[in-house]
DNA sequence: TGATAACATGTAAATATTTACATGATTTAA
DNA sequence: TTAAATCATGTAAATATTTACATGTTATCA
């Protein structure tokens, strides 16, 4: 089986809802999209320009202001057809997390190892952070029953990274609580 | 900041519970640890070999059978102290998650495109699968306090990760079913 | 006893990803 | 008005990861 080339479909599927250029994917992948995909700028230009030259996508010139040169990127039918192609692809066996957190508690063994606890503190912080972050994007984008209806699927995402944060996050301070309390 | 080369702290903190070969490694990745990493042989054998000529690991032969040599390594003190280092660094920032099914959930706009259902529907009989797999791991490993308390980090991944599947199984089938209905 | 699966260890090549190097334009706020 | 942040686009080099190529052993079961 060839690798995944994950990031091709998510590029045609981001533009499947806009023209966009490469920068706007990249500052695409710091809102909610981050919680499940990103890739650096030097990964997305050389993409773009593979795509382009596999008639995916094509592209066009804006000048932006007196001279900034900006480069929209357009779907093609060839390309819609390779990303419908790809969404009823099979999905592929779950794949590790590789989370910090989770590999560095597995190497604790002992339970009044300080360092269980300081793991917990950090990881709490962070999770607390994104929850904050994802809930109030929820607010922004989906208070209305047609916002949701109309890109439902980004809907559900975000309802499901809610709820795991909301879950861990729970669980998090529970175990938290009960370590420093023994 | 030099990229992060994970594979290695997983090695030492693998070696520093039992001395293993690269073989060993590989089958634990297909256990409970492989909910939060994973490596190919093809690169297990290579580090193990970097890590030996750092001397942060050991070797030793083993003939197992006729002629059949294993080759055992052993961490060495050094390599101690770069897991301990390793544990006590700051988390990093969240990684995205790089599900395919949330990847491709986000690009289906429409309430009820079949292939939102589709979708649940193959989600949820894997992590189903996963779900019994990390259940029964849990009744093998940590039936007994004892258990609990000497691998105390390994415990609390484990239900970690069980906690999570239940409540992603549970809003799955929940979702699947108001869909149906719709 | 012969086939098959699992044990066991490697290298080579391709692809994916990150970090570092590079450059210039525009907006914003001090 | 100038400094800083952000916009905008690229390439090069290093590292990480996967796939494919390669080989031989041992245990199990038919």
Known sequence: MAKK????????????QHDLTGYDIKKLFSCEIGDFWNS????????????EEEHLITSRMEISGKKL???????????????DKWLSDPLDEIQPTRDDFTLKLYFIDHRHDQRIKNLFSEEILRHQKKFDYLSARM?????????????????LILKKAILRENTQLKWLKDEYRSLKNN
Do not use: W
């Not at 080339?5 to 499947?16: C, E, M």
């Not at 650096?40 to 795509?51: D, G, V, W």
């Not at 357009?74 to 390779?82: L, R, T, Y």
């Open 40 to 51: 650096k700028h030097s990964q997305i230009y050389p993409e773009l320009k593979k795509l």
């Open 5 to 16: 080339n994950t990031l091709k479909y998510v590029i045609l599927g981001l533009l499947r």
């Open 139 to 155: 607010g922004e984008l989906f208070s209305s029953r047609e916002n949701q209806e109309q890109n439902f699927g980004h809907y």
């Open 69 to 83: 040169e900006k480069t929209y990127y357009m779907i093609k039918s060839a390309g819609i057809d390779a990303l």
